[in-house]
């Protein structure tokens, strides 16, 4: 085991890489005021390089979608800095901007209610083109590369002219990535884009988005409750609680080798094929309710649940704890007092 080591350094690339075509760096976003304000992002610490996914998890309100909506400019942080290549969005303005919303797309959660129900396929992925018409300028240039999108991700040239009410839920999260593509963005952001469909449909669409990825580059940001759909998606995983990064790594050291207890709570609960894996690990049933966003405990933010909480946890807050990683990439960083050591200490 690799010795750990407490240091104020917030996770990132290691020295020497290319720049990071995201960087985002203490980022605090709160709504409302005076004794009824809720931190939703607290010192927020993100980096993703070109062509990589990040896994971003965590239980609903720890600030997992309040940080996708600042990823995509629709959301000013209070403090700290969101940078693209370097430049920061919010800092732009007029044809500036309209250029860089180009770069960062979304693809939604329910293909269905993201979707026009009134606009064809054609329509719908032709829809960024009204706001930016000089990527594809002119008419004929549209139908072929609508043609090609739709290729892109599994679908027929006879399908541009169906509603969405004619596609199956993949088919139509299928036209929502496309509709994503048509800007030929740098970053897509995927808040739970496959919850809503079936397991065997959600497996097609995951394999889309990787095929996309290999063949463009196009990096992605992706909002999941399903770990062991982010297991299999993503490059590094960040783990969130309460409005802050608790954990980040690479995705098998932290699956693997969880150093915070709250890490390792979310991991014992994701079902596991390998049976003699399932019998050494046991469940760890976390006490309590997770505290309320108005009212955040001193600290650590997660003692009230923690089984392995000390005096200290109540009193100071926890250091950023950074391991090495196992593999090439970046360190492997737990925000707590008493990290994990091994798996034989999950319980």
């Given at each position: 085991m690799t010795e750990s080591r407490t240091t104020t350094a917030a996770p990132g690339a290691p020295a020497g890489e290319n720049p990071p075509l995201l960087e985002v760096s203490g980022v605090t976003k709160s709504f409302g005021g005076g004794r009824r304000r809720l931190t939703a992002l607290d010192g927020v610490d993100v980096r993703l390089g070109r062509g990589e996914t990040l896994g971003l998890v965590g239980e609903s309100g720890c600030g997992k979608s309040t940080?996708?909506?600042?990823?995509?400019?629709?959301?000013?942080?209070?403090?700290?800095?969101?940078?693209?290549?370097?430049?920061?969005?919010?800092?732009?303005?007029?044809?500036?901007?309209?250029?860089?919303?180009?770069?960062?797309?979304?693809?939604?959660?329910?293909?269905?209610?993201?979707?026009?129900?009134?606009?064809?396929?054609?329509?719908?992925?032709?829809?960024?083109?009204?706001?930016?018409?000089?990527?594809?300028?002119?008419?004929?240039?549209?139908?072929?590369?609508?043609?090609?999108?739709?290729?892109?991700?599994?679908?027929?040239?006879?399908?541009?002219?169906?509603?969405?009410?004619?596609?199956?839920?993949?088919?139509?999260?299928?036209?929502?990535?496309?509709?994503?593509?048509?800007?030929d963005p740098d970053l897509i952001v995927c808040d739970e884009p496959v919850s809503a469909l079936d397991l065997s449909v959600q497996a097609q669409v995951l394999n889309v988005l990787s095929e996309l990825q290999s063949r463009l580059g196009v990096a992605y940001v992706f909002i999941s409750h399903d770990l062991s759909v982010v297991r299999y998606i993503a490059d590094r995983v960040t783990v969130m609680y309460l409005g802050k990064v608790i954990e980040h790594g690479e995705t098998e050291d932290v699956f693997d080798r969880p150093q915070h207890p709250y890490t390792a709570a979310l991991m014992s609960a994701a079902p596991v094929l390998d049976a003699s894996r399932a019998a050494h690990d046991q469940e760890i049933q976390l006490k309590g309710e997770i505290p309320s966003p108005f009212d955040i405990p001193s600290g650590c933010r997660f003692r009230t649940r923690c089984w392995r909480a000390q005096d200290t946890c109540a009193t100071e807050a926890p250091p950023l704890v950074v391991r090495p990683s196992e593999g090439a990439g970046d360190d492997h960083t737990a925000l707590c007092h008493f990290p994990l050591e091994a798996r034989s200490a999950w319980a």
């Open positions: 940080l996708a909506r600042v990823l995509l400019g629709l959301e000013r942080p209070d403090a700290g800095t969101v940078r693209y290549d370097g430049v920061d969005p919010f800092a732009l303005r007029g044809k500036e901007l309209l250029n860089w919303r180009r770069r960062v797309q979304m693809v939604f959660q329910d293909p269905f209610a993201s979707l026009n129900a009134r606009m064809s396929a054609a329509d719908l992925i032709s829809e960024p083109w009204r706001t930016h018409p000089d990527v594809v300028p002119d008419a004929k240039a549209r139908e072929k590369r609508i043609r090609e999108l739709l290729s892109l991700v599994g679908l027929r040239d006879g399908d541009a002219h169906r509603y969405p009410n004619e596609f199956s839920g993949g088919q139509r999260q299928r036209i929502g990535i496309a509709r994503a593509l048509a800007l």
